[in-house]
């Protein structure tokens, strides 16, 4: 993701963590805005950007997602995470390794090894799944994981089949697809009557 590539106007729906002090905390939310000041200071915080209150409530009830950054080439791996005010909750659980799917199996081969880069994969199925579909993880099985490369796409396999199963649709492989449907359940889950109980 190139910096230049991030939207700065303060009142758009999406602002990168590099636009300083127009990223504001009562639009933006606190962590982000922590985000936004620790890259103004010169510290190695990865690039990203942030999605506005109004544009997680639009989200969150249906609306459109905004335009986002380009999100990089295969194997370039992504974090969700939830942005509250000063409120002590954080909101719900992040999800990480946003951007695993099968075009990025090659590239995170290359880093961690074919059989890491498989078992991330296998628990990023686990978590998408719960997070976005709510689907508990034994509904995909319970026992010892395979620890080698052959096993582990048996293993992934099995589960994609047990997702589209359970899920009505295919689990999504394009990156920009699976922050979509994972920013629109953290949106719908932050407007949840658990949520808003924690929050008050």
Known sequence: ????????????????????????????????????????????????FA?????VREI???????????????????????????????????????GIGEAAIGALTERLGEAAALDRYRRFIAAFAHAVHGLDP?????????????????????MLDVFASRCGTAFPQAPKDQLEAAARALARAWQGA???ILRE
């Open 1 to 48: 993701m190139k910096a230049q590539e991030i939207i700065r106007d303060p009142n758009e729906a999406v602002i990168g963590l590099d636009a300083g002090d127009a990223l504001r905390d009562a639009v933006f939310g606190r962590r982000a805005w922590k985000l936004a000041q620790l890259t103004a200071l010169g510290l190695p915080v990865p690039a990203g």
């Open 194 to 196: 658990t949520a808003r």
């Open 60 to 98: 969150g009830a249906g609306g459109a997602m905004p335009a986002l950054p380009d999100l990089g080439p295969p194997g370039r791996l992504h974090a969700l995470r939830s942005s509250p005010g000063a409120r002590a909750w954080s909101g719900p659980d992040a999800l990480l390794d946003i």
């Open 138 to 158: 034994e509904v995909f099985g319970s026992g010892r994981e395979p620890g080698d490369a052959a096993g582990l796409r048996v293993r992934i396999a099995d």
């Open 51 to 55: 999605l506005s209150f109004g544009c």
